[in-house]
């Protein structure tokens, strides 16, 4: 009975995970696949071609993407590990609101905030910019990292700290050779889940960048709304790719780590 | 040494000041702004009195509620179906063997992948000429793509459902994982030589243990779903369609004397979200612990 059970967990999970990817591999290379042709009746690597050249814009937007994503996750984690770690290890007057605060946007749904910061950036020229479009996207980046990270500190005790400072180490030096090592790997989760949120944004960008900046899902969006599922799944793949490069860096971690994902439970 | 206990006092404060600051000006403050505007507060249009006119308006116009309960409707159902099959995938895999890592990793794959690319994938899979149509041609189940159910674009929302699905159930998954794993075997057993049968052990001993973690990721999820754009818009019917595609459609409007009411209908939908979800965690803490 048991081993029934896992036998078709296991099942369902194998074709559940793969079915909506492994078939845009295909479609990317299809020049004709019409119903009921299982598999595409004339191959081409159009689709490709496309995409890699400049009138796709996919070469530009993965480059905003990316450089957005990376600027959003140095922010996070510049102004959310201290703030995790007042949170976890420090008591102080206000804690409770200060981590209400930084919780709420995590539950409360950002789109009025969006459209009010939209109003007050076209007064301070934010629109259409770079910088403006990181700033929205740090709306829901910094409540995860300091709930993933304020959890990690939890579980982290700072007697290795203050050996290390007995011991004549400096506070860059005790940051660097022992709070560093002790949290890397929660950092890295952490820092996982800012970098997708970010990569993965759309209508906050579309709304701030008006048009100016533009990320891949701006690119992807039309062709998925539209026919042109070669070109779509092409897209999907490049937009993919570096979120299962993250994935492969981080899985250990977020499987293995309970303290990591565990800091959901407190929310 | 008075130098020292006041750095001492100020630390902590220090170093939550700059998240505090940026979450406060970014969202409170655009909070602020959008609850002006939404009361005629407008000063690009020249409008500066204080009406609950734009909420009149919302609230008096069908569109509104039709989308309000489509809406409300595709976040539960998801929220529901997600958490209750992220328990039931999570009692499997906490077990180690044989392929358990493999299949734990391929059970994470989607939490990375962006909703968009997901909803393509769903299209490409359920609509009448997608793959599981043209599966069940082969099969001889239908002659042509119209005999296949419509799952895109059709009023109860199939493929956008599914997208959330496929994307949620893995994140809520992984961190009812993470607690089983924490818990180990030893509660469950001291339940058994009690004498608990297996459906007593789960209701009285995991459940409560995990409640946390799905309370809060469920939340989440709700949260995410109640109020997001792109996925509706791109897989579901234009009418009704969800409050999000509605108040973004009306903001980005040419006609800027739209937007007070779209700022009236986002606020109506965050404190709509807002009771949901307080109540949600009432009631659930009350199920649990009785």
């Known amino acids: 009975m048991q081993k029934t059970i896992r036998w078709v967990t296991m099942a369902v999970i194998f074709v559940v995970a793969l079915a909506p990817i492994l078939p845009q591999f295909v479609w990317s290379f299809s020049h004709r696949w019409l119903f009921p042709a299982l598999l595409p009746t004339e191959w081409s690597t159009e689709p490709w071609d496309y995409v890699l050249s400049p009138t796709s814009r996919v070469g530009e937007g993965f480059a905003n993407s990316l450089s957005i994503a990376v600027v959003v996750s140095l922010l996070s984690i510049l102004v959310g590990l201290p703030a995790a770690r007042a949170l976890a290890l420090h008591q102080f007057r206000g804690k409770v609101v200060i981590e209400w605060l930084l919780m709420v946007p995590i539950i409360v749904p950002g789109i009025v905030a969006t459209m009010g910061i939209h109003q007050v950036f076209i007064r301070l020229h934010l629109t259409d910019s770079f910088i403006g479009v990181c700033l929205v996207h740090l709306i829901p980046c910094i409540p995860y990292m300091v709930l993933v990270m304020s959890s990690v500190f939890a579980n982290y005790g700072t007697e290795l700290e203050d050996t290390a400072r007995t011991l004549g180490a400096g506070p860059l030096a005790v940051f660097r050779f022992v709070t560093l090592p002790g949290i890397f790997s929660g950092l890295l989760v952490a820092t996982m889940f800012t970098f997708l949120i970010s990569w993965g944004q759309y209508i906050t960008t579309v709304l701030i960048g008006g048009g100016t900046i533009i990320t891949l899902p701006m690119v992807l969006f039309p062709f998925i709304s539209g026919t042109n599922y070669s070109n779509a799944a092409a897209i999907s793949l490049i937009f993919v790719a570096p979120a299962i490069l993250v994935l492969i860096l981080t899985s250990r971690q977020l499987g293995r780590e309970s303290a990591v994902m565990g800091g959901f439970g407190k929310l | 040494m008075r130098w020292l206990s006041l750095m001492e006092k100020i630390r902590a404060p220090l170093m939550v000041f700059p998240a505090v600051a940026l979450i406060v000006l970014l969202f409170f403050g655009g909070l602020v702004v959008g609850l002006g505007q939404s009361l005629g507060y407008f000063p690009a249009i020249d409008s500066f009195e204080l009406t ?171 949260a995410y779903v109640f109020a997001s754009y792109e996925i509706p818009l791109l897989l579901g019917v234009r009418h009704p369609t969800t409050l999000p595609v509605l108040a973004f459609q009306s903001y980005q409007d040419p006609d800027l004397s739209l937007r007070p009411q779209a700022m009236a209908m986002s606020i109506i939908l965050t404190l709509i979200a807002v009771v949901l979800l307080v109540a949600y965690k009432r009631l659930a803490r009350y199920a649990v612990n009785t």
Do not use: C
């Not at chain 2, 496929?166 to 992984?174: A, C, L, M």
């Open chain 2, 52 to 222: 609950f006119r734009y909420y009149g308006e919302v609230l008096s116009d069908n569109t509104f509620f039709e989308s309000l309960w489509q809406t409300f409707r595709l976040a539960l159902l998801s929220t529901v179906m997600s958490s209750i099959l992220a328990i039931a995938i999570a009692l499997v895999l906490r077990n180690t063997f044989r392929g358990s890592r493999f299949f734990t990793f391929l059970f994470q794959l989607s939490i990375p992948i962006p909703h968009l690319v997901a909803a393509a994938g769903i299209v490409l899979l359920v609509s009448q000429s997608g793959i599981i149509a043209r599966a069940a041609y082969a099969a001889g189940l239908i002659d042509a793509p119209r005999d296949f159910p419509v799952m895109v674009f059709d009023r109860a929302g199939t493929a956008i459902q599914l997208t959330y699905l496929w994307k949620e159930v893995p994140f809520i998954g992984i961190v009812v994982l993470a607690i089983l794993q924490g818990i180990g075997p030893q509660y469950e057993e001291i339940a058994r030589t009690l004498g608990a049968n297996a459906w007593q052990r789960f209701r009285y001993v995991l459940l409560p243990l995990i409640m946390p973690g799905v309370l809060s990721t469920s939340i989440i999820v709700f």
